[in-house]
């Protein structure tokens, strides 16, 4: 008996309208758990090699965790796995809300989708029962009136992950979203669906998860709900979620401002987490998760939108706006537009700096300028639609920058052409190489240095503890996404990693210990990295350097004024970073010794051509 996975991989290839099923590759299961583990093996394994993100042959694939719709804190989530068509490598986006159990619980693993199909359609998924359905009365819809009616459609007990118009214009950052504010933001996911033409995902499930032990689960559960009720911060993170962090970040220096530009706002005060807290009108969580952090804010004149650090700082600080109703407004929008609000908060600052420095001369009817909420708000439109200067946008800001030229290029905050998220750290050597190494470009969400590096780490200096932190937490977080489930219990309320171990054990049977567990992720790092390598000719060290902003540029104001990193102390500390991964620190690449200890012998054959196995596979 299977337990924990639900033993089915299904495959919906759009070109010829066919959808089949096939039983889930137990050896898949102890070396990557699932979720973006699964995800990864199974990218490396089907994509053509060096397919263009945006044609039939890529694949899209959801793929859930052991633990996703399970009774255990917060897990509740999905991975999107794809290459992307922003950065053309590795790329994963997960999912909240209630959509992840009910893909788990309509009896799945993965759903692997290829192809494109002819019209828009919409996938319809009812238990054992998938069908490739019409979506032209959807189709150049909002995200918002696409779930409401599908709702009304099909009934409200089905859960709906949609695109909106922004991924259906091929917008490169265009996200999914279900539940009018849970996305499946980064990458580029929302352009690919776009592309094969699926508007929404509608989906129900009834099915039981088969777990090993089912007191035991529900023992363990009940502990560590309770540890996380009774957390000291935890009435404070009901109240502000993640906005609790805009305040710390504008008292030490890390909120994003102006393009990045500086690192103090001197609206904070109106955009921090009692700001937002005086708009919030509700609790919102995930399923399985009583540590409600949706934020679900309503501006004065009635708009509704759920409000998050990165929202907030990347629409607000980040493009010098500094009112809440005006945030929770453009974050409707984008939700709505189907944008991933990060990328465009960081794309309309960039414009919003090209623009002051006379770089945007061939758009004469643009005038933008930080602060301004319509041009935000025109802008972002203009960007979903792909209309004027939008169309430029569209495409990230590491394409936008080439095409305009000149300087843009020196302040396009991205790595690996993904938009930087939202925090300044040109002050945080550690959290600079966690942007710098993230595997799908820069996201904070795969590693996140600063607090370590404000109370313990300090923040220039160049130490082997600060490069090790960087891999475990690293490693730590890479977890959740394989076990399909939310962070933030162990990052913001201290949930020790354990019981996940033991969560894992009482619904798998799977005798693993934490250092089991994170072996795994280790494994799906080296695993994406030798995906980047296989797609991008030429990549390695060079790809894994944050903007010049940061390196080469100090501080403006504030109390580290004139201070910055430096590109010296950002290599020592990334040397260390490859050599505790195992990879060459010349070229950046995992080494056909740590692949092969890592049990990836074909991704090291691959890579370096066969050879004699040189060291025992470690499973
Ligand atoms: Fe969702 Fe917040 Fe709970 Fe995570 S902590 S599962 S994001 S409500």
Redo the contacts with the bound molecule.
């Keep these: 008996m299977l337990y924990g996975y639900m033993d089915k991989v299904a495959r919906i290839d759009l070109s010829k309208g066919r959808v089949t099923a096939e039983p889930l590759r137990k050896e898949l299961i102890k070396p990557f758990i699932g979720g973006r583990g699964f995800g990864a093996k199974a990218l490396w394994d089907e994509l053509p090699k060096k397919a263009e993100p945006l044609s039939p042959e890529n694949i899209v694939i959801l793929a859930a965790g052991p633990l996703t719709g399970v009774y255990a804190p917060?897990a509740?989530?999905l991975s999107l796995v794809s290459k992307s068509p922003i950065t053309y490598g590795y790329a994963d986006s997960s999912v909240?809300?209630n959509f992840a159990a009910a893909f788990k619980r309509a009896g799945y693993d993965m759903v692997i989708i290829k192809g494109v199909s002819s019209k828009p359609t919409y996938i319809y998924i009812d238990n054992d029962i998938i069908e490739l359905r019409d979506a032209e009365h959807l189709w150049g819809k909002p995200v918002s009136q696409v779930e409401e009616e599908l709702r009304k459609e099909l009934g409200r007990e089905f859960q709906i992950l949609s695109i909106g118009p922004a991924g259906e214009n091929l917008v490169k950052f265009a996200s999914l979203v279900t539940e009018l504010g849970?996305a499946s933001g980064r990458t580029g996911m929302g352009a690919l669906m776009g592309f094969k033409k699926v508007k929404a995902i509608a989906i129900y499930g009834d099915k039981d998860i088969p777990i090993y032990d089912i007191e035991e689960l529900v023992r363990i559960s009940d502990e560590a709900y309770s540890y996380i009720r009774n957390h000291d911060d935890f009435e404070w993170?009901i109240k502000q979620?993640?906005v609790r962090t805009i305040d710390w970040c504008q008292k030490l220096g890390f909120l994003p401002t102006r393009n990045m530009r500086e690192a103090y706002f001197e609206k904070a005060a109106d955009i921090d987490g009692a700001s937002m807290a005086a708009k919030k009108v509700a609790f919102?969580?995930?399923?399985?998760?009583?540590?409600?952090?949706?934020n679900p804010c309503m501006s004065s004149d009635g708009v509704l939108s759920e409000l998050?650090h990165e929202n907030v700082a990347m629409l607000g600080s980040n493009c010098g706006i500094g009112s809440m109703d005006e945030i929770i407004k453009l974050n409707k929008l984008c939700d709505d537009l189907g944008l991933d609000t990060i990328s465009t908060g960081n794309v309309v600052a960039f414009a919003m700096e090209c623009y002051e420095r006379g770089l945007l001369n061939n758009y004469p009817d643009v005038k933008l300028s930080f602060g301004d909420f319509n041009a935000a708000a025109e802008l972002i439109k203009d960007i979903a639609y792909r209309r004027g200067l939008g169309a430029l946008l569209a495409d990230g800001v590491a394409e936008a920058s080439k095409k305009i030229g000149g300087e843009a290029e020196a302040f396009a905050m991205h790595v690996k052409r993904l938009e930087i998220s939202a925090y300044e750290s040109r002050t945080a050597l550690g959290q600079a190489l966690a942007y710098g190494t993230c595997d799908v470009g820069a996201h904070h969400n795969r590693c996140w240095m600063i607090l370590e590096e404000v109370t313990e780490l300090g923040r220039f200096n160049v130490s082997l503890e600060k490069a090790k932190h960087v891999v475990f937490l690293q490693n730590a977080r890479a977890l959740f996404d394989l076990l399909g489930?939310?962070?933030?219990?162990w990052v913001?309320l201290k949930l020790p990693l354990s019981y996940y171990a033991k969560i894992f054990k009482a619904v798998t049977s799977i005798d693993y210990k934490l250092e089991d567990l994170l072996l795994a992720s280790e494994r799906v790092w080296s695993l994406t990295r030798a995906f980047w390598a296989r797609e991008i000719e030429g990549f390695g060290r060079s790809y894994d350097y944050v903007p010049k902003r940061w390196l080469e540029e100090p501080l403006p104001s504030g109390e580290l004024a004139g201070k910055h990193i430096t590109r010296e102390d950002y290599d020592k500390l990334l040397d260390m970073w490859y050599q505790l991964r195992g990879w060459d620190v010349k070229t950046g690449l995992p080494t056909r010794e740590r692949l092969e200890e890592l049990g990836l012998r074909e991704v090291a054959e691959e890579l370096y051509g066969r050879a004699e196995v040189t060291t025992k596979a470690k499973l």
């Design positions: 917060a509740c989530k909240g809300g849970r993170w979620g993640t919102k969580s995930c399923f399985a998760c009583n540590m409600p952090c949706c998050d489930a939310c962070r933030f219990t913001e």
